[in-house]
């Protein structure tokens, strides 16, 4: 599917998953900002590392461990339970924010200004 057809498919959905492998500890792919940026809640198996780190930290919807079935379940029943009871997930803001290109790429820049500096 078209990037861009994936993106409007994201925008209508109830919810969003993002997998990770078991194990994987630095996992923040381009797919978790996509679905950051859709602000749509994430339901994320994803357990320690960093796709789960910012999915709990934001409050950008619920994570669990990628190879427990039986809580991949319960967490799957809790998020649509939520959804229907209209949960407001108010991350998503903050987030959008601070994971925007030109906000990063200013971050890149002082690093660089940095660097030159002491350089």
Same mark, same amino acid.
């Given at each position: 599917?078209? *990037?861009? /057809? !994936?993106?409007? $498919?994201? &925008?209508?959905?109830?919810? %969003?998953? &993002?997998?990770?492998?078991?194990?994987?500890?630095?996992? $923040?792919? @381009?797919?978790?900002?996509?679905?950051?940026? +859709?602000?749509?809640?994430?339901?994320?198996?994803?357990?320690?590392? !960093?796709?789960?780190?910012?999915?709990?930290?934001?409050?950008?919807? %619920?994570?669990? $461990?990628?190879?427990? $079935?039986?809580?991949? #379940?319960?967490?799957?029943? /809790? %998020?649509? +339970?939520?959804? #229907?009871?209209?949960?407001?997930?108010?991350?998503?803001? !903050?987030?959008?924010?601070?994971? /925007? *290109?030109?906000?990063?790429?200013?971050? @890149? +820049? !002082?690093?660089?200004?940095?660097?030159?500096? /002491?350089?």
């Amino acid at each position: 599917m078209p *990037r861009r /057809e !994936a993106h409007q $498919a994201q &925008l209508g959905a109830d919810g %969003l998953l &993002l997998i990770t492998a078991p194990g994987q500890r630095s996992v $923040a792919t @381009l797919k978790l900002f996509d679905y950051i940026g +859709a602000g749509v809640p994430i339901l994320a198996l994803a357990a320690d590392n !960093a796709a789960a780190a910012i999915v709990t930290q934001y409050g950008l919807g %619920l994570t669990v $461990a990628p190879d427990d $079935a039986a809580a991949i #379940q319960r967490t799957l029943h /809790e %998020l649509a +339970a939520r959804q #229907q009871a209209g949960a407001v997930w108010p991350g998503f803001a !903050a987030a959008q924010q601070q994971f /925007e *290109r030109r906000q990063l790429t200013g971050q @890149l +820049a !002082a690093v660089f200004r940095d660097v030159v500096k /002491e350089g």
